[in-house]
């Protein structure tokens, strides 16, 4: 485990109350900034080719993760320190929690809302992976995560950008939230 002074550890309530607090905030973000904006969502369509673009979009960005965890040791720190704050004192059913309520409710805010609402051009793209990336910068001793996590927001809005359809971005974050936490679960069972 990696302890840090700016922030203590959670209980299992305390991080799915997190979890929930934050998702709820972000919809509620999202659809008010709908409301405002008089913007509509790019559109859901379930269908079987987007389906496997979000799938192999999550499978790719799962294992570039790895890949750079492997290779970069201030990453694996950052990353260590912030799977052990939300992971450890998580059960292994409340992953689902994890992969849904954030892969949705971040979704929908940053490629729904805010590329929709720069532009489905380079400013969109980069302001949402930007916005992305700060929210996953719990301190400044984060940023090799918050970093990653900005190259994803990268790769996420892409597919959006690519394909058209939310549901892209939507299954490629809920896979990588579910297998990420999975492999990092499963080493860390103590």
Request: proline letters at 4%.
């Amino acid at each position: 485990m990696h302890k840090s002074p700016e922030i203590g550890y959670m209980s299992r309530f305390e991080v799915l109350s997190a979890i929930g607090v934050t998702s709820l905030i972000l919809l509620v973000a999202a659809k008010f900034t709908l409301y405002l904006g008089q913007m509509a969502l790019p559109v859901v369509v379930w269908n079987g080719s987007d389906l496997a673009i979000g799938l192999g979009l999550g499978i790719a960005i799962v294992l570039s993760s790895q890949l750079i965890y492997r290779l970069w040791p201030d990453y694996r720190h950052s990353a260590d320190f912030y799977l052990d704050q939300i992971l450890a004192p998580l059960l292994w059913p409340d992953l689902i929690w994890l992969g849904l309520l954030p892969g949705l409710s971040e979704e929908l805010l940053f490629r729904g809302v805010i590329v929709g609402g720069l532009g489905y051009g380079l400013l969109g793209l980069f302001g949402a992976a930007l916005c992305f990336g700060l929210l996953h910068m719990s301190s400044v001793k984060q940023w090799p995560y918050a970093l990653w996590a900005g190259i994803v927001g990268l790769a996420l809005g892409g597919g959006l950008i690519f394909t058209g359809n939310l549901l892209v971005p939507i299954v490629a974050h809920i896979f990588c939230n579910l297998c990420s936490a999975s492999v990092w679960k499963w080493h860390n069972k103590s």
